[in-house]
């Protein structure tokens, strides 16, 4: 089973700035990663997938590189809406597993 | 509007069975392959099973495996998870997503394990 490993567990921040959160596998997934915001009470959302490409809707502040065994996920300039909890999935192998998410909190 | 809905959650003891379904609206169900994700109360998410379009693929978690069995109704525009011999490790919220990754997701159904 691939692991991932998310960091930090949590990042405070303002609005405004720049939030960077990483993703770590345990073995390559090539670049089969997705990133899912999630809010409280609600299911999550898919921002990007295939490691770089944004879903429909996602606003362009939201980007991820990466491929192999690191990755990133680069919100320029948070907003309000986006303090959240995330996290990484693979699908390269099976199981498809998950981080175990990053909380986005204000600072 | 494409949405996706499950049913079926509730109250059971240790040892019994559930029914969930995912009822598919919007889109075309049998073009999709489909995932059960579930998340225990404060906890992280957890990739249950996968099936695709033709149920020809079938994949389950170890936690799962034996005891869970997922299928679709092509025809229903339906998803299910039969749950057997559930454990109180089980209770969590149960999505459905759509795709191979989750594209769509339900609004999940709480299942609760506790005598």
């Known amino acids: 089973e691939i692991v991932l490993t998310q960091s930090p567990g949590t990042l405070s921040l303002s609005p405004g700035e720049r939030a960077t959160l990483s993703c770590r596998a345990s073995?390559?997934?090539?670049?089969?990663l997705a990133w899912y915001q999630q809010k409280p009470g609600q299911a999550p959302r898919l921002l990007i997938y295939?490691?770089?490409n944004r879903a429909t809707g996602i606003p362009a502040r939201f980007s991820g590189s990466g491929s192999g065994t690191d990755f990133t996920l680069t919100i320029s300039s948070l907003e309000p809406e986006d303090f959240a909890v995330y996290y990484c999935?693979?699908?390269?192998?099976?199981?498809?597993?998950f981080g175990q998410g990053t909380k986005v909190e204000i600072k | 509007e494409v949405q996706l809905v499950e049913s079926g959650g509730g109250l059971v003891q240790p040892g019994g069975s559930l029914r969930l379904s995912c009822a598919a609206s919007?889109?075309?169900?049998?073009?999709?392959?489909m995932n059960w994700v579930r998340q225990a109360p404060g906890k992280g998410l957890e990739w249950v099973s996968y099936?695709?379009?033709?149920?020809?693929?079938?994949y389950y978690a170890d936690s799962v495996k034996g005891r869970f069995t997922i299928s679709r109704d092509n025809a229903k525009n339906s998803l299910y998870l039969q749950m057997n011999s559930l454990r109180a490790e089980d209770t969590a919220i149960y999505y459905c997503a759509r795709g191979d990754y989750g594209g769509i997701w339900g609004q999940g159904t709480m299942v609760t394990v506790s005598s």
């Open positions: 295939d490691a770089s």
């Open positions: 919007g889109f075309t169900f049998s073009s999709y392959n």
């Open positions: 073995q390559s997934v090539s670049s089969y």
């Open positions: 999935q693979q699908r390269s192998n099976w199981p498809k597993t």
């Open positions: 099936i695709s379009t033709t149920s020809s693929t079938i």
